[in-house]
């Protein structure tokens, strides 16, 4: 079976002043559809970056090279206006920062519907309707009133909602999920990753989910690779990760959260003593 | 809103006042008696003590400062901005209405020319940023910057007019006059807008929500125009509506380089002559333009900011 996104020796260079530095060194992995592949790595290892250089985009200051392919199609060397109709299309990707992510000076529902007419020409009567049915699936109470409200007038676990359904609305065959949990609440996070778990069993959706926290990649991911400084340290499922990691820093990571976990449930016994 | 617009407009009262009182403070230091000019400027063949002292009756000089202003200031509340020094048949605001016209055309005739030229020039000049035509553009603006308005009207009457023989070195009448001040006029401008917008545009780039738009997969020309343009437009607003009232009042040296009979002309000529009403009015109207506008762009930006905007 072709895997839907696979990475061969992945290298970005960024090219500053005469200087040229490597971000990205060789990173490879692949998923399949079906399969949640987690990617592990604190702020700077290349994570984001790997997946931007894959689906065009960075700026010219970035060189690319090696080999990054969708479904089979190599993506490095396509034209702009191919990569424009992938993103959004068959490959949806969800960002961090939901509140900034949205233009402000327009309507979401204005925001959806260039979404929807970037990728096809559907009537106004129709892209009304996925409009809704898009909210609707979300979970998103009135989403009528919705449609017609600004960025800055719905909350950040609202916003991460929609854009989650603008990712899936177009069906596609990959779903990248950029660190999608940082910028929310706890509950709000539980409820995100509840989501993306259902699309990934419902649309047989390959999912990459970026992120630094293990508790949330524990979660919805199938299988784990983790970076350090713009290399892939290590990979395997969770269960690998946690006891039988052979990279010093991939240890250091699981240690790290053990301890914070530790602490936390201290203080939770604590209370819970003090309460009874 | 309406309380927000009230509230600014009261505020706009003692503003007012101060600056026309500091005005008047400064016009009386001038050492000059604007009696004796005045008769000169009439060419009186002998100016004697008695006939000084009978204009100074007349204009009502020979009262105390302080009386003079608030006179002047009732006056003003009545629409009577008082009598030409020079020549009393005249009244100031007679005066300011014959002249206002021809700088509001000019002023406005800059202001198109502004937006037409500095908001497309700003706009590629950030699409293709480091390209050819940035660089080019960048070296005229620095140029045209660093060069005063008077010096840039007399290079274009000495090239465009005098050399080439195109349009008129001054004057006013046809279109074809209004060329060549408006566009000094506009100049100075132009490089501002451009490198604001240019800068406001580069900074929108890095913005979350560019990145987005390109992640859904928006074309490019859409996400340049509908989203980047528009947000760094925005921002630009207020400084281009306070540029407006800027131009009125900026124009008194060009309008002096080409002989454009406006209110820069008036306001200089009342200044060689010590016509003090005339000077008092025109500065007290500059300062209800900047009022004004900018109030009407305050509010303006906040209707096309929906975070601004309170939904009632």
């Known amino acids: 079976m072709i895997p839907v996104l696979e990475l061969h020796d992945l290298c970005v260079t960024l090219r500053q002043h005469r200087r040229a530095i490597e971000l990205v060194k060789g990173v490879s992995f692949s998923v399949h559809a079906g399969e949640c592949l987690g990617v592990l790595g604190e702020s700077g290892s290349g994570k984001s970056m790997s997946i931007k250089a894959a689906m065009g985009l960075l700026n010219k200051s970035f060189l690319v090279s090696g080999s990054a392919r969708f479904q089979g199609e190599e993506l490095l060397g396509k034209s702009a206006e191919e990569l424009r109709r992938l993103r959004g299309g068959k490959v949806g990707i969800v960002l961090q920062n939901p509140m900034t992510c949205f233009d402000p000076l327009y309507r979401i529902g204005q925001q959806i519907s260039e979404t929807f007419l970037a990728h096809n020409s559907w009537s106004a009567d129709e892209i009304r309707n996925r409009s809704l049915a898009l909210l609707e699936k979300m979970q998103i109470r009135n989403p009528e009133e919705v449609l017609e409200k600004y960025p800055h007038q719905l909350s950040g676990g609202m916003l991460q909602r929609i854009m989650i359904g603008i990712a899936t609305s177009m069906e596609p065959a990959l779903l990248v999920a950029d660190e999608p949990t940082t910028a929310i609440d706890a509950i709000t996070q539980f409820e995100i990753l509840d989501e993306l778990i259902r699309i990934k069993r419902d649309a047989n959706t390959a999912m990459i989910f970026i992120s630094h926290d293990l508790d949330a990649i524990s979660r919805v991911a199938d299988r784990i690779v983790v970076l350090n400084q713009g290399q892939v340290v290590d990979q395997g499922d969770f269960d690998h990760i946690l006891h039988h990691a052979s990279d010093p820093y991939t240890k250091l990571l699981v240690e790290k959260r053990a301890d914070v976990m530790r602490r936390y449930c201290q203080v939770l016994q604590g209370k819970e003593r003090n309460y009874a | ?291 004004v506008f900018n109030l009407v762009f305050d509010v303006l930006q906040t209707v096309s900011d929906p975070r601004l905007r309170k939904e009632d």
């Open chain 2, 1 to 291: 809103m309406k309380r927000y617009v009230i509230r600014r407009l009261l505020l706009a009262i003692p503003l007012l006042l101060a600056i026309s009182f500091v005005c008047f403070v400064f016009i009386n230091i001038i050492p000059s008696n604007p009696a004796e000019v005045a008769l000169r400027v009439q060419q009186m063949p002998v100016i004697t003590e008695e006939a000084i002292a009978e204009m100074e009756v007349m204009l009502g000089l020979n009262k105390p400062f302080i009386v003079r202003y608030f006179d002047w200031v009732l006056g003003c509340l009545h629409g009577d901005f008082g009598i030409n020094y020079v020549n009393p048949a005249r009244t100031v605001a007679g005066e300011l209405a014959r002249c206002l016209p021809a700088t509001l055309q000019l002023a406005a005739v800059s202001f198109v020319i502004v937006l037409v030229l500095s908001v497309p020039i700003g706009f590629l000049c950030a699409v293709y940023k480091d390209g050819w035509f940035d660089k080019i553009m960048r070296a005229i603006i620095f140029i045209s910057t660093a060069m005063p308005a008077y010096w840039v009207g007399l290079l274009l009457m000495w090239g465009i007019s005098v050399k080439l023989d195109l349009l008129p070195t001054n004057g006013s009448g046809t279109w074809q006059h209004l060329i060549l001040p408006s566009f000094t006029v506009a100049l100075s401008y132009i490089s501002t807008y451009i490198r604001l917008i240019r800068n406001n545009m580069l900074e929108n780039m890095n913005q979350d929500y560019v990145l987005y738009a390109n992640v859904r997969g928006l074309p490019q020309k859409s996400i340049m125009v509908k989203h980047i343009l528009k947000n760094s437009m925005h921002t630009c607003i207020v400084a281009m509506g306070m540029s407006i009232p800027q131009m009125i009042a900026g124009t008194i040296v060009v309008e002096n380089v080409f002989s454009w009979p406006g209110l820069g002309t008036l306001c200089i000529s009342s200044i060689f002559n010590r016509d003090l009403p005339v000077i008092q009015t025109y500065v007290l109207l500059i300062g209800v333009l900047f009022v």
